[in-house]
């Protein structure tokens, strides 16, 4: 547990950056979109990432964007560096954890959303047509993508 939070802390050595696995930010191939399926175009997705990390509160996430990651969900949560957080947690004493997961928790969240997937295609239109059950579908898809997350 500990070796985690020192390589967490250390950052480099020997003029090379160490990062976890997790935070490695590995890309997913580039194959070919499946037939039939349509994608939110890069200026809209980009637009509706801006508008939904706007409804969510810059407090409650880093950086939401636009990713093909993901498949079968709308969107989902990534931390990084996750494991070393939750040791780091686990380690901290009793009286500083809630302070320390909101702090950490609520300074590292990423959103993804999946392009591709028709609830955020929807989403991009009603955005402009019915802002406010837009706001509700942000905050109940950033729920979901929360109580999903490893």
């Known amino acids: 547990k500990e070796d985690e939070v020192v390589l967490y802390k250390l950052e480099n050595y020997k003029d090379r950056k160490l990062c976890t696995a997790e935070a490695a930010n590995v890309k997913p191939s580039d194959k ?4 039939g399926v349509e994608k939110l175009e890069k200026q809209e997705g980009n637009k509706l ?3 939904f990390r706007d409804s ?4 409650n996430v880093k950086e939401v964007k636009m ?3 993901q498949h079968s969900q709308p969107a989902v949560v990534t931390v990084e560096n996750l494991t070393t957080l939750r040791r780091y947690l686990e380690m901290a ?3 500083q954890k809630e302070a320390s997961y909101k702090y ?3 300074n590292n ?4 959303l999946n392009p591709s997937h028709p609830i955020i295609r929807q989403l991009s239109s009603l955005k402009e047509s019915n802002p406010e059950v837009a706001g509700l579908v942000a905050a109940q898809l950033f729920d979901n993508a929360l109580m999903n997350a490893d």
């Open 67 to 69: 990713s093909d990651r």
């Open 104 to 106: 950490l928790l609520n």
């Open 56 to 59: 969510l509160g810059r407090e």
């Open 49 to 51: 990432a801006s508008w």
């Open 93 to 95: 004493p009793p009286e």
């Open 109 to 112: 969240v990423v959103l993804e």
């Open 32 to 35: 070919a979109a499946k037939p």
